[in-house]
């Protein structure tokens, strides 16, 4: 049986402009981060943890939808950082770079549907975990 996934979409607390968060992963390309969801682990726990180690970034996960990609979940994470033009470093090494994205990149680890569906998601309708 194939591992659950989970994306980490990623935005700014702080901007209201709509940008987000992607890694580029030296062999698959422009992605969101995201990983395999641990034994033990809730989706947005898997998020936030896949977040955090490859972007360095910690967040806040809002809602979570089931329903955006086949086989995997969409947890959406607002960070406390203002999006800015310079990418940075991970730590994983895998990742060659991480940056805030406000058009979709060219070398997409999967297809540019995927983002947009993301992108126009109306996140209202999805399992909210805020208060």
């Known amino acids: ?23 580029l992963h030296s062999e698959r390309g422009w992605e969101l981060p995201g990983g395999t969801i641990g034994k033990e682990e809730e989706i947005e726990q898997a998020a936030l943890r896949e977040l955090f180690e490859e972007t360095g970034l910690l967040g806040t996960a809002v809602a979570v939808d089931s329903t955006l990609v086949v086989g995997g ?11 800015g033009p310079l990418s940075w470093g991970s730590v994983d090494s895998n990742i060659d770079e991480v940056g805030w994205c406000i058009d979709v990149p060219d070398n997409l680890g999967w297809g540019a549907e995927e983002i947009q569906s993301i992108i126009s998601h109306d996140w209202s309708n999805s399992r909210s975990l805020g208060s």
Do not use: Y
């Open 1 to 23: 049986m194939k591992e659950e996934f989970v994306l980490a979409w990623t935005t700014s607390k702080n901007s209201p402009d709509i940008c987000w968060v992607m890694v």
């Open 73 to 83: 979940h969409v947890v959406w994470v607002q960070v406390e950082e203002e999006p």
